[in-house]
């Protein structure tokens, strides 16, 4: 009589092959997805660095950031000559308004009085220059320029104002040396 030979039923697995194996491809693959996880990481960082970078120079170069597109966005741009202020306007799509100055009676609240109206602006990105040239007799004159960055357009003079002895007194007080821009309670002007 021969002895049974052990029967090896194909539903039970070895011992042998519940074990972790891996092949020369699997090793490849996991380089593969661990150098990619390493790549992107790397990435990520560069681009976090790139955008404090840009905000940075955009804040020196004078370029607002646009919290809400819905309304008009200003900031001051620092300027390097004297009796010079100039702003960066974000102008929303579809929307126009009036640029107006004004050098005496300048409430604390509410718009001044008799202002001067200089531009009507309509969307897109404009930067507006104001100067004050000292005259050797005559009062200083006030010049606005304009020019828009988006749609780019050439520069234009908005506004050529001989200042009478009364206007040009704040001059002399303030000497200006504050540039902030402040916006009122109404969202309707803004005082520098």
């Known amino acids: 009589m ?6 090896t039923d194909p539903a039970e697995p070895h011992s042998s092959r519940r074990r972790f194996r891996f092949s020369l491809l699997s090793m490849i693959l996991l380089i593969t997805i661990v150098a990619l996880a390493i790549s992107r990481w790397q990435l990520s960082e560069q681009l976090t660095q790139m955008k404090q970078r840009n905000e940075q120079l955009a804040q020196a170069l004078g370029i607002p950031s646009i919290t809400d597109p819905t ?16 702003w960066h306007l974000v102008i929303p799509q579809g929307k126009q308004y009036d640029l107006y100055v004004a050098f005496t009676h300048i409430p604390q ?4 009085e008799n202002p001067i109206h200089v531009e009507s602006l309509t969307d897109g990105e404009v ?7 000292p005259q ?5 004159t006030v ?15 908005m506004l050529y104002h001989g200042l009478s002895p009364r206007e040009a007194s704040w001059l002399s007080h303030y000497g200006g040396e504050y540039r902030e821009v402040a ?10």
Request: net charge neutral; proline share 11%.
């Open 143 to 157: 010049t606005v320029r304009g020019r828009y960055v988006v749609p780019a357009q050439d520069v234009k003079t």
């Open 71 to 86: 309304k008009v966005t200003a900031i001051g741009v620092p300027t390097i000559v004297n009796n010079g202020w100039e």
């Open 183 to 192: 916006r009122g309670e109404d969202d309707k002007w803004y005082r520098t």
């Open 136 to 140: 050797e007799i005559l009062p200083p």
């Open 127 to 133: 930067r507006i220059n104001l100067s004050i040239e």
């Open 109 to 112: 609240e509410g718009l001044p």
């Open 2 to 7: 021969e002895p049974a030979k052990p029967t």
